[in-house]
């Protein structure tokens, strides 16, 4: 929506913290879940076996909290002034283009977007760490992996309003944000409005649909669009096929290539250089070392001997 201006580099530096965060922390759900013996025989990755996970993990509880307040656009987070000033860039220059038209649809479509999000992220949240644990399942013990918790904690002060501006409440007097020279946008109090409500009814809704939990994954193409889904079933097949028939022995074979290559380097760099060129330099050195070393022999008799002998072959040279 902001592609081209300031505000989406913005919002995708954010939008990459807190969900980078949110992505880690499902991960460590999934992990928990996995090494507990009452969940050895069921899908550690599906919400209807969650519930209650507050109790035995606090800090990922509190950082997907955070990070789910970064989404939602909450105020304190980074994700509330990085939307707040893409909604303020689409209002302004929806005064300002002849395309008006279209930033206004833009910002309807952020509008339902925000509803969305709050919705589907708050319902998250519920079920996996609020309420009761669903299959009334046995955890061993409060989860204690901190070297996998330190990273989720990092994003989650990241996602804080704290390295955007110290006071959330002039932005635009933001350091880093003049230092990369990013301009920030007013945003009228009506869109302010709109985006609390947009907080509200998604909150509102996961409370309406909490005791909502699908047993399969609603499959909405096959339904709604048969013939469409079929297209799309055949297409993956195909791209499937040529993946594994094609592209995985295009693969292989580069491999191959490189261990053969690495193998003949090897036999190169042991046979060639250690053993002709090393080897030969070191014989050569010995050699040198011995014959050099008898004209330091201590003796006068030796070193007169070898001074004739050094004149008569450069008395030699010159009379040739």
């Known amino acids: 929506m902001g592609m081209g201006s300031g505000v989406s580099l913005l919002h995708l530096v954010v939008h990459g913290i807190f969900k980078?965060?949110?992505?880690?922390?499902?991960?460590?759900v999934i992990h928990f879940l996995h090494h507990q013996e009452s969940s050895k025989n069921l899908d550690?990755?599906?919400?209807?076996?969650?519930?209650?996970?507050?109790?035995?993990?606090?800090?990922?509880?509190?950082?997907?909290?955070?990070?789910?307040?970064?989404?939602?656009?909450?105020?304190?987070?980074?994700?509330f002034y990085s939307k707040e000033n893409l909604a303020g860039y689409l209002i302004e220059y929806s005064q300002l283009s002849v395309y008006s038209e279209i930033y206004y649809g833009l910002l309807i479509a952020l509008g339902i977007g925000m509803l969305l999000s709050s919705w589907y992220i708050s319902r998250q949240f519920y079920l996996i760490f609020l309420g009761e644990n669903r299959k009334n399942l046995a955890f061993k013990n409060v989860s204690k992996d901190y070297w996998q918790i330190v990273p989720i904690v990092i994003l989650a002060v990241l996602s804080l309003f704290i390295w955007i501006s110290l006071n959330p409440m002039a932005i635009q007097h933001s350091t880093v944000l003049s230092y990369f020279q990013l301009i920030t946008h007013h945003t009228p109090n009506y869109w302010l409005?709109?985006?609390?409500?947009?907080?509200?009814?998604?909150?509102?809704?996961?409370?309406?649909?909490?005791?909502?939990?699908?047993?399969?994954?609603?499959?909405?193409?096959?339904?709604?669009?048969?013939?469409?889904?079929?297209?799309?079933?055949?297409?993956?097949?195909?791209?499937?096929?040529?993946?594994?028939?094609?592209?995985?022995?295009?693969?292989?074979?580069?491999?191959?290539?490189?261990?053969?290559?690495?193998?003949?380097?090897?036999?190169?760099?042991?046979?060639?250089?250690?053993?002709?060129?090393?080897?030969?330099?070191?014989?050569?050195?010995?050699?040198?070392?011995?014959?050099?070393?008898?004209?330091?022999?201590?003796?006068?008799?030796?070193?007169?001997?070898?001074?004739?002998?050094?004149?008569?072959?450069?008395l030699i040279y010159f009379l040739i």
Do not use: C
């Open 44 to 79: 550690v990755q599906s919400l209807d076996q969650m519930g209650g996970l507050r109790k035995w993990m606090p800090l990922n509880t509190i950082a997907y909290f955070i990070f789910g307040l970064g989404l939602m656009g909450v105020p304190l987070t980074a994700g």
């Open 193 to 314: 409005i709109i985006t609390a409500f947009t907080w509200v009814a998604g909150i509102g809704l996961t409370y309406l649909t909490r005791k909502l939990i699908p047993e399969t994954n609603y499959q909405f193409l096959p339904n709604f669009w048969p013939k469409m889904y079929a297209v799309v079933f055949f297409k993956s097949k195909i791209i499937q096929k040529f993946e594994v028939r094609i592209l995985e022995r295009i693969i292989n074979f580069l491999i191959e290539i490189q261990v053969v290559i690495a193998h003949v380097l090897a036999w190169f760099d042991k046979q060639v250089v250690d053993g002709v060129l090393v080897s030969l330099t070191s014989k050569l050195s010995q050699m040198m070392g011995k014959y050099f070393s008898k004209w330091q022999s201590g003796k006068i008799k030796t070193y007169w001997i070898l001074v004739f002998i050094t004149f008569g072959i450069l």
């Open 20 to 28: 980078a965060g949110l992505f880690l922390s499902a991960g460590y």
